[in-house]
């Protein structure tokens, strides 16, 4: 079975700093990681294909994911960033589209949960910004914490004709094994036609030193019952997901939380919704 990376990162700190690696918490993070050394992670735990996501606001970076989309066998799809409340945000999507690379812009993200404003997904400048991305026949990333849920929401249900995107089930509180709000705030949102989901760092929002498969079980669980394996895709989010687990472990834990799912269905959350949504195409075998 195919192996498609719904989300992955890329950071050279010799190039650009990453400013919301702080604390010793993340201090594990503070370092350079590089296509070699994803490739490495992804043959060691059967990734075929990737799709490459943005780390910061800048407007250096996606044209750098791009070109290293191009050169690489691995990378099938970038998420990017730009200013979604410029007033230019249709002529900058035409340009990244039109740089070396540019047929692998698939997506657009912007760092929602940094965002002070719980409504900044319902902005009137933002919600135009949105429309702009979903004329440019690409889809939106949301990466938001479960109280930013409400907002998104609200956005996927005023841009209809845009897919969103929910990153790492928009970051359940399983480290205080709760469920509620998540869990209705999820209920809503998958609830809306224009919206998949990422089955992606979980082990990340659990207890980074003693976590088990049994304690990510409910929220998997609920995302399977919200969403259904064909609009649910497997994510690694390495190398993030090292702060708690390797690669090969965030696949093992997959495996062991969506094994009750039939061929088709596995196929579907492994491979086939992120080849549908980021038209990712993966024609060599499983490593």
């Not at 066998?73 to 945000?89: H, Q, R, Y």
């Not at 708690?244 to 495996?255: E, F, L």
């Amino acid at each position: 079975m195919h192996i498609i990376d719904a989300h992955h990162h890329f950071w050279d700190l010799d190039v650009r700093d990453q400013e919301w690696i702080t604390g010793p918490e993340l201090a594990p993070l503070r370092r350079s990681f590089t296509l070699e050394d994803y490739e490495a992670e992804a043959r060691s735990a059967g990734i075929t294909a990737g799709v490459l996501v943005q780390t910061v606001g800048v407007t250096e970076e996606t044209p750098e994911f791009l070109s290293l989309a191009a050169g690489s066998d691995l990378i099938g799809a970038v998420v990017g960033w730009t200013n979604l409340t410029s007033p230019g945000i249709s002529d900058e999507l035409a340009r990244l589209r039109g740089l070396p690379g540019g047929e692998f812009l698939r997506g657009i993200r912007h760092q929602v949960q940094s965002e002070p404003d719980p409504g900044w997904l319902t902005r009137p400048d933002v919600l135009r910004g949105l429309r702009a991305v979903a004329a440019a026949g690409l889809v939106y990333d949301v990466v938001v914490l479960s109280h930013q849920l409400p907002a998104a929401i609200q956005a996927a249900a005023a841009v209809p004709e845009l897919t969103f995107v929910l990153d790492h089930l928009g970051k359940p509180p399983i480290s205080s094994n709760v469920v509620e709000p998540w869990s209705a705030g999820l209920r809503r949102f998958a609830a809306l036609p224009n919206t998949v989901c990422k089955l992606s760092g979980m082990a990340t929002e659990a207890d980074w030193e003693s976590w088990t498969v049994d304690d990510l079980r409910p929220y998997a669980d609920l995302a399977l019952e919200a969403f259904g394996p064909h609009r649910l895709m497997f994510g690694s989010d390495w190398p993030v997901c090292t702060l708690a687990a390797s690669c090969t472990d965030v696949v093992a834990y997959t495996r062991a939380l969506t094994a009750a799912l039939g061929e088709s269905e596995q196929s579907a959350v492994w491979s086939g919704t992120a080849a549908r949504v980021y038209r990712v195409t993966v024609d060599q075998p499983v490593l």
